[in-house]
């Protein structure tokens, strides 16, 4: 992390980076018509870091870096997937930006995947590293209790990469 001015990972940043992790097991039955439903919304997700194991099914994409164009990501025999989550967008001042994903429903086959979210513990207070700042930077996230930020994305449907914008200055 020498980009963000970090030259140790100390207890109080481990904690922040992956004091509370959280598995969910995510079954998507098949559905014949696809193209009329949702597997998941477009979102990014509220961690640091997600590691994602998904089964040889196929239908997460992930958004490009230049708009509108959704990247599938093909399933790898024996590869996990890890995205960058909005926690980490803030704590690294956006130099780190989380990745804007969706899944689709197969027509013909069910689907699994696990993801593991690395997060903040709910108690902590997230906003840019205080490195980045003494570097001369200007902050553009605030800090924010990390369980508001989570009640903030539950609260609403999917909505891309809105969430985020509740921590901004
Ligand atoms: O099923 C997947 O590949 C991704 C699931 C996901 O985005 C999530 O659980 O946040
Ligand atoms: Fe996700």
């Known amino acids: 992390m020498n980009g963000l001015n970090l030259h140790e990972i100390d207890e109080t940043k481990e904690l922040l980076l992956m004091g509370s992790i959280r598995t969910n097991l995510n079954y998507y039955p098949k559905c014949p018509n696809p193209e009329l439903t949702v597997g998941v919304g477009r979102h990014s997700d509220v961690s640091t870091l997600t590691i994602l ?11 490009g870096n230049d708009g509108d164009n959704w990247i599938h990501v093909p399933p790898i025999k024996g590869s996990l ?8 967008q803030i704590i690294s001042n956006g130099k780190y930006r989380s990745v804007e994903h ?15 979210f690395m997060n903040p513990r709910l108690i902590d207070m997230i906003g840019p590293f205080p490195e980045l700042i003494e570097n001369g930077e200007k902050p553009i996230y605030k800090p924010v209790l990390y369980s508001d930020y ?4 539950f609260r609403k449907a999917h909505d891309g990469k809105k969430t985020v914008a509740f921590a901004e200055l």
């Not at 997937?81 to 980490?88: H, P, Q």
């Not at 969706?102 to 993801?115: C, F, L, Q, T």
């Open 81 to 88: 997937v890890i995205n960058v989550g909005d926690a980490l």
């Open 102 to 116: 969706r899944v689709m429903a197969n027509g013909s086959k069910n689907r699994i995947s696990i993801p593991i």
């Open 150 to 153: 989570v009640k903030h994305f």
């Open 53 to 63: 194991l998904q089964d040889e099914i196929g239908g997460l994409f992930v958004r």
